[in-house]
């Protein structure tokens, strides 16, 4: 069956860098592409950064743009989330997803001096 991973959050200050890591299992997974979203509380789960299978055309949310990079292993059925420059609003927890029809159960990122 399908399975999503996430690792990599923690508790970091504002303007330091995180770097989110997603396992995928149960399908081949060079053939989807990929997506990070977030949920802060309160708030909706929004769209982070998508990523094609090949790994090329990678769109952001404009809150993220230039800050968040996402990259992906197809040898090793990964995809990463580079996070620099964290600021307070981007606390949350971090989902990846297939298609948004499977999810991971998500890593907390917390961004606080």
């Known amino acids: 069956q399908v399975q999503l991973v996430e690792s990599g959050g923690g508790l970091v200050e504002p303007g330091g860098s995180l770097r989110l890591s997603c396992a995928a299992s149960?399908?081949?997974?060079?053939?989807?592409?990929m997506t990070w979203y977030r949920q802060a509380p309160g708030k909706e789960r929004e769209m982070v950064a998508e990523?094609?299978?090949?790994?090329?055309?990678?769109t952001y949310a404009d809150s993220v743009k230039g800050r968040y990079f996402i990259s992906r292993d197809n040898a090793e059925n990964e995809v990463y989330l580079q996070m620099n420059d964290l600021k307070p609003e981007d606390t949350a927890v971090y989902y990846c997803?297939?298609?948004?029809?499977?999810w991971g159960q998500g890593t907390q990122v917390t961004v606080s001096s």
């Open positions: 997803s297939r298609e948004a029809e499977y």
């Open positions: 149960g399908f081949t997974f060079s053939m989807y592409p």
């Open positions: 990523i094609s299978p090949a790994g090329g055309s990678p």
